[in-house]
């Protein structure tokens, strides 16, 4: 199995932006999602985006859906995580995962994801 390394996270105010990067060194999971999951304290993990490798498609969580946008650059094997109009309550630990498979209609149990990266903070105050 691969490993999945994120970057990017930090500390802003409403309304910037930040881009996270997830890199997958080694491996370019042809045909697999890769969604990024978020984790406030006190509160379930919960689904970001998911992106399909093999097509490109893409889902979103209604609470992003319009501010954030899931993409990845093949040839360097990394997904990213455009995050603009920042709001206080996108305060999280951002995590990418992947899992064989489209993202479909279950891309944000979590439970189904079998490769996860570390996650990276990313504080938004007002």
């Known amino acids: 199995q691969g490993r999945l390394v994120e970057s990017g996270g930090g500390s802003v105010q409403t309304g910037e932006s930040l881009r996270l990067s997830c890199a997958t060194p080694g491996s370019d999971y042809k045909a697999s999602s890769m969604t990024w999951f978020r984790q406030a304290p006190g509160k379930e993990r919960e689904g970001v985006a998911c992106?399909?490798?093999?097509?490109?498609?893409?889902d979103y969580a209604a609470s992003v859906k319009g501010r954030f946008t899931i993409s990845r650059d093949t040839a360097a094997n990394t997904l990213f995580l455009q995050m603009d109009r920042l709001k206080p309550e996108d305060t999280a630990m951002y995590y990418c995962?992947?899992?064989?498979?489209?993202?479909?209609?279950?891309?944000?149990?979590?439970?189904?994801?079998?490769?996860w990266g570390q996650g990276t903070q990313v504080t938004v105050s007002s």
């Open positions: 992106l399909y490798t093999f097509d490109g498609t893409t």
């Open positions: 995962a992947t899992d064989p498979g489209s993202c479909g209609p279950a891309w944000m149990n979590s439970g189904r994801y079998i490769v």
